[in-house]
């Protein structure tokens, strides 16, 4: 089974950046299709970043494109969520999930989930 783990969640200023990392026990996340997922209290899932197989596809949702940005690292087991100038707004637990096969954009049936980690923007 593919264990998921997300990190670098936490309290941050508003305005300021923070960057999230999602690590699957895998031999390369390269070979995998991943998407970052965020869910607040009382609110539906949400799509907010898309990154394909091989990096051929990135897609955003239109609330955070230009503000955050999705990428893979040196590390072939590590991929990243960097999130800019952010508001209350992004105050919500954030999920990294990865399958082995390329989705459609917003598609939410992938086969390995983290258990999530939080972002609140408060002062």
């Known amino acids: 089974q593919v264990q998921v783990t997300e990190s670098g969640g936490g309290l941050v200023q508003p305005g300021r950046s923070l960057t999230l990392s999602c690590t699957a026990s895998v031999l390369t996340l390269a070979s995998y299709a991943a998407s970052w997922f965020r869910q607040a209290p009382g609110k539906e899932r949400e799509a907010v970043a898309y990154?394909?197989?091989?990096?051929?596809?990135?897609d955003y949702a239109d609330s955070v494109k230009g503000q955050f940005s999705v990428f893979r690292g040196p590390a072939k087991t590590t991929m990243y969520l960097q999130m800019n100038n952010l508001t209350a707004e992004e105050t919500t637990m954030y999920y990294c999930a990865i399958d082995h096969w390329n989705r459609k954009w917003k598609q939410g049936n992938y086969s390995y989930w983290g258990q999530g980690t939080q972002v609140t923007v408060s002062s």
């Open positions: 990154i394909s197989v091989s990096v051929y596809v990135i």
